[in-house]
Protein backbone atom coordinates (compact mmCIF):
# COMPACT_ATOMS: atom_id res chain seq x y z
CA UNK A 1 0.00 0.00 0.00
CA UNK A 2 1.47 3.31 -1.01
CA UNK A 3 1.97 5.82 1.89
CA UNK A 4 -0.47 8.17 0.50
CA UNK A 5 -2.94 5.62 0.41
CA UNK A 6 -2.92 5.33 4.28
CA UNK A 7 -5.51 6.18 6.40
CA UNK A 8 -3.59 7.10 9.03
CA UNK A 9 -1.09 9.96 7.82
CA UNK A 10 2.26 10.54 8.96
CA UNK A 11 4.44 10.80 10.84
CA UNK A 12 2.36 9.32 13.55
CA UNK A 13 4.06 9.11 17.03
CA UNK A 14 3.54 5.55 17.45
CA UNK A 15 6.24 4.66 14.35
CA UNK A 16 9.30 6.12 16.64
CA UNK A 17 8.46 3.83 19.29
CA UNK A 18 11.25 1.00 19.89
CA UNK A 19 10.23 -2.52 18.05
CA UNK A 20 13.39 -4.13 18.49
CA UNK A 21 15.35 -4.57 21.56
CA UNK A 22 17.58 -6.89 23.82
CA UNK A 23 14.87 -6.74 26.59
CA UNK A 24 14.11 -10.55 27.36
CA UNK A 25 10.42 -11.76 26.14
CA UNK A 26 8.05 -14.64 26.44
CA UNK A 27 7.85 -17.07 23.87
CA UNK A 28 4.34 -17.35 23.57
CA UNK A 29 4.09 -13.75 21.74
CA UNK A 30 7.02 -13.99 19.46
CA UNK A 31 4.74 -14.88 16.58
CA UNK A 32 2.14 -13.01 16.46
CA UNK A 33 2.93 -10.34 19.31
CA UNK A 34 -0.46 -11.72 21.38
CA UNK A 35 -2.23 -14.84 22.79
CA UNK A 36 -5.85 -15.49 23.47
CA UNK A 37 -6.28 -16.75 27.04
CA UNK A 38 -9.12 -19.43 28.49
CA UNK A 39 -12.33 -17.02 29.29
CA UNK A 40 -12.71 -16.17 33.00
CA UNK A 41 -15.10 -19.12 34.55
CA UNK A 42 -16.74 -16.39 36.54
CA UNK A 43 -18.15 -13.11 35.54
CA UNK A 44 -16.44 -10.61 37.96
CA UNK A 45 -19.23 -8.32 39.78
CA UNK A 46 -20.75 -5.01 38.68
CA UNK A 47 -19.70 -3.45 41.97
CA UNK A 48 -15.96 -4.21 41.37
CA UNK A 49 -16.18 -1.97 38.15
CA UNK A 50 -19.13 -0.15 38.30
CA UNK A 51 -18.36 1.68 41.72
CA UNK A 52 -14.66 2.88 41.16
CA UNK A 53 -13.54 6.16 40.92
CA UNK A 54 -12.74 7.37 37.54
CA UNK A 55 -10.62 9.59 35.70
CA UNK A 56 -11.00 11.92 32.89
CA UNK A 57 -8.22 10.39 30.40
CA UNK A 58 -8.41 9.50 26.67
CA UNK A 59 -6.74 7.13 24.63
CA UNK A 60 -7.91 5.02 22.02
CA UNK A 61 -11.39 6.68 22.07
CA UNK A 62 -13.87 8.07 24.10
CA UNK A 63 -12.45 6.28 27.23
CA UNK A 64 -12.07 6.90 31.28
CA UNK A 65 -9.78 5.05 33.57
CA UNK A 66 -10.16 4.16 37.16
CA UNK A 67 -6.65 3.43 38.38
CA UNK A 68 -6.20 -0.23 40.64
CA UNK A 69 -2.73 0.47 40.38
CA UNK A 70 -0.31 3.22 39.77
CA UNK A 71 3.46 3.95 40.67
CA UNK A 72 3.00 5.27 43.87
CA UNK A 73 -0.84 4.19 45.13
CA UNK A 74 -2.30 7.69 43.96
CA UNK A 75 -5.16 8.25 41.49
CA UNK A 76 -3.02 9.71 38.68
CA UNK A 77 -3.07 8.01 35.17
CA UNK A 78 0.46 9.29 34.69
CA UNK A 79 2.17 7.54 37.75
CA UNK A 80 4.85 6.28 35.96
CA UNK A 81 6.05 9.59 33.78
CA UNK A 82 5.57 12.12 36.07
CA UNK A 83 8.18 14.60 35.44
CA UNK A 84 10.81 14.53 37.53
CA UNK A 85 9.96 10.57 38.96
CA UNK A 86 10.51 8.80 35.59
CA UNK A 87 9.89 4.94 36.08
CA UNK A 88 9.35 2.10 34.24
CA UNK A 89 5.94 0.17 33.82
CA UNK A 90 6.26 -2.05 36.85
CA UNK A 91 6.65 -2.00 40.79
CA UNK A 92 2.80 -0.86 40.79
CA UNK A 93 0.94 -0.15 44.11
CA UNK A 94 -3.00 -0.67 44.72
CA UNK A 95 -5.16 2.48 45.12
CA UNK A 96 -7.83 3.30 46.87
CA UNK A 97 -9.82 1.94 43.91
CA UNK A 98 -8.31 -1.36 45.04
CA UNK A 99 -10.52 -2.11 47.79
CA UNK A 100 -13.44 -1.66 46.28
CA UNK A 101 -12.46 -4.51 43.70
CA UNK A 102 -11.04 -7.70 45.59
CA UNK A 103 -11.59 -10.52 42.92
CA UNK A 104 -9.97 -7.80 40.59
CA UNK A 105 -6.86 -7.77 42.29
CA UNK A 106 -7.05 -11.27 43.27
CA UNK A 107 -6.47 -11.93 39.19
CA UNK A 108 -3.88 -9.39 39.11
CA UNK A 109 -1.72 -10.92 42.18
CA UNK A 110 -2.40 -14.34 40.46
CA UNK A 111 -0.67 -14.11 37.46
CA UNK A 112 2.74 -13.89 40.14
CA UNK A 113 4.96 -11.82 37.57
CA UNK A 114 5.74 -7.81 38.30
CA UNK A 115 3.10 -5.94 37.34
CA UNK A 116 2.84 -1.94 36.51
CA UNK A 117 -0.22 0.23 35.77
CA UNK A 118 -3.42 -1.67 36.12
CA UNK A 119 -6.50 0.25 35.19
CA UNK A 120 -10.08 -0.39 34.61
CA UNK A 121 -11.35 1.27 31.01
CA UNK A 122 -14.37 2.23 29.96
CA UNK A 123 -14.74 2.83 26.28
CA UNK A 124 -17.90 4.59 25.18
CA UNK A 125 -19.59 2.85 21.87
CA UNK A 126 -16.75 3.50 18.28
CA UNK A 127 -17.78 2.35 15.32
CA UNK A 128 -15.05 0.87 13.03
CA UNK A 129 -13.78 3.42 11.22
CA UNK A 130 -13.43 5.67 14.22
CA UNK A 131 -11.52 3.16 15.86
CA UNK A 132 -9.02 3.24 12.98
CA UNK A 133 -8.41 6.48 13.44
CA UNK A 134 -7.23 5.81 17.38
CA UNK A 135 -5.30 3.21 16.84
CA UNK A 136 -1.58 3.26 17.88
CA UNK A 137 1.16 1.56 20.03
CA UNK A 138 2.22 1.70 23.33
CA UNK A 139 5.03 2.79 24.65
CA UNK A 140 5.19 0.54 27.52
CA UNK A 141 8.93 -0.44 27.74
CA UNK A 142 9.89 3.53 28.21
CA UNK A 143 12.53 3.85 31.07
CA UNK A 144 12.72 -0.14 30.85
CA UNK A 145 16.63 -1.42 30.92
CA UNK A 146 17.16 -3.24 28.36
CA UNK A 147 18.22 -6.37 30.77
CA UNK A 148 15.24 -6.16 32.49
CA UNK A 149 11.86 -8.15 31.22
CA UNK A 150 9.86 -6.34 27.59
CA UNK A 151 6.68 -5.16 29.41
CA UNK A 152 3.25 -6.13 28.02
CA UNK A 153 -0.58 -5.36 28.38
CA UNK A 154 -3.25 -8.32 29.44
CA UNK A 155 -7.07 -7.90 28.88
CA UNK A 156 -9.74 -9.16 30.74
CA UNK A 157 -13.15 -8.43 29.80
CA UNK A 158 -15.65 -7.35 32.12
CA UNK A 159 -18.90 -6.67 30.12
CA UNK A 160 -20.17 -8.99 27.68
CA UNK A 161 -20.01 -7.75 23.91
CA UNK A 162 -19.26 -10.39 21.80
CA UNK A 163 -19.53 -7.86 18.83
CA UNK A 164 -17.10 -5.66 19.55
CA UNK A 165 -13.29 -6.35 18.90
CA UNK A 166 -9.80 -5.32 19.76
CA UNK A 167 -8.11 -5.00 16.55
CA UNK A 168 -4.77 -6.02 16.00
CA UNK A 169 -2.23 -5.07 13.39
CA UNK A 170 1.91 -5.35 12.73
CA UNK A 171 3.51 -2.40 11.61
CA UNK A 172 4.26 -2.43 8.18
CA UNK A 173 7.21 -0.83 6.07
CA UNK A 174 5.89 2.27 5.99
CA UNK A 175 6.35 2.62 10.01
CA UNK A 176 2.46 2.31 10.07
CA UNK A 177 -0.40 -0.76 10.97
CA UNK A 178 -0.60 -3.17 7.82
CA UNK A 179 -4.24 -3.82 7.40
CA UNK A 180 -3.39 -6.87 5.66
CA UNK A 181 -2.60 -8.12 8.91
CA UNK A 182 -5.32 -7.13 10.99
CA UNK A 183 -6.67 -10.08 13.28
CA UNK A 184 -9.94 -9.33 15.61
CA UNK A 185 -10.11 -10.60 19.26
CA UNK A 186 -14.08 -10.82 20.72
CA UNK A 187 -15.14 -8.60 23.47
CA UNK A 188 -17.60 -11.09 25.22
CA UNK A 189 -17.50 -11.00 29.06
CA UNK A 190 -14.51 -12.94 30.46
CA UNK A 191 -12.38 -12.72 27.31
CA UNK A 192 -8.76 -12.76 28.52
CA UNK A 193 -5.75 -12.17 25.97
CA UNK A 194 -2.03 -10.76 26.23
CA UNK A 195 -0.88 -8.27 23.68
CA UNK A 196 2.51 -6.85 23.16
CA UNK A 197 0.83 -3.82 22.45
CA UNK A 198 4.58 -1.69 22.03
CA UNK A 199 4.92 -4.11 18.92
CA UNK A 200 1.06 -4.18 17.63
CA UNK A 201 -1.20 -1.84 16.75
CA UNK A 202 -4.11 -1.78 18.80
CA UNK A 203 -7.27 -0.15 18.96
CA UNK A 204 -11.32 -1.38 20.21
CA UNK A 205 -14.15 -1.69 17.71
CA UNK A 206 -17.15 -1.19 20.39
CA UNK A 207 -20.46 -2.01 18.89
CA UNK A 208 -22.65 -1.45 21.84
CA UNK A 209 -24.97 1.18 22.85
CA UNK A 210 -23.56 1.20 26.51
CA UNK A 211 -20.08 1.70 27.75
CA UNK A 212 -17.47 -1.32 27.67
CA UNK A 213 -15.47 -2.12 30.74
CA UNK A 214 -12.10 -3.99 30.66
CA UNK A 215 -9.23 -4.63 33.25
CA UNK A 216 -5.97 -3.82 31.85
CA UNK A 217 -2.49 -4.85 33.32
CA UNK A 218 1.20 -4.00 32.65
CA UNK A 219 3.17 -6.87 33.40
CA UNK A 220 6.58 -7.49 33.09
CA UNK A 221 8.09 -10.50 30.61
CA UNK A 222 9.68 -13.38 32.26
CA UNK A 223 9.27 -16.81 33.95
CA UNK A 224 6.73 -16.11 36.03
CA UNK A 225 4.64 -13.84 32.93
CA UNK A 226 5.67 -17.04 30.83
CA UNK A 227 4.23 -19.74 33.31
CA UNK A 228 0.93 -17.98 33.62
CA UNK A 229 0.33 -17.70 30.38
CA UNK A 230 0.82 -21.54 29.21
CA UNK A 231 -1.18 -22.67 32.03
CA UNK A 232 -4.40 -20.04 30.96
CA UNK A 233 -4.40 -21.00 27.65
CA UNK A 234 -7.90 -22.82 26.24
FE1 LIG B 1 -2.72 1.34 23.83
Same mark, same amino acid.
Given at each position: ?A?T !??????????????????????G??? #???Y *??? @?D????? &??????????? !??? =??G?????P????D?E??? @????? &???ER &????? +?F???? #??????V???? =??G?? $?????????????????????? +????N @? $??????G??????????? $?? %? =???????????????P???V? *??L???????V?T? @?L???VC???? #???Y???? =? $???G &?A? #???? %????P
Amino acid at each position: MAVT !DHWLSRPHWSTDIPLDTPHPRVGALA #EHGY *VVL @RDLADPI &PGAEYLDLEYM !DWK =SGGDTNFAPVATADGELDC @RGFWK &PGHER &PDKGG +RFTSNA #EQCPRIVAEVE =SVGAD $FGRVRVIKLEPQPYDDALRQIH +RDDNN @R $FNPDTDGWVVRSWLELTD $FP %D =SFMVLMEQGDDGLPDPDTEVR *VPLHCGSRFVVDTQ @RLWHVVCHTGT #EPRYALIS =S $FESG &PAL #EAWI %DAQLP
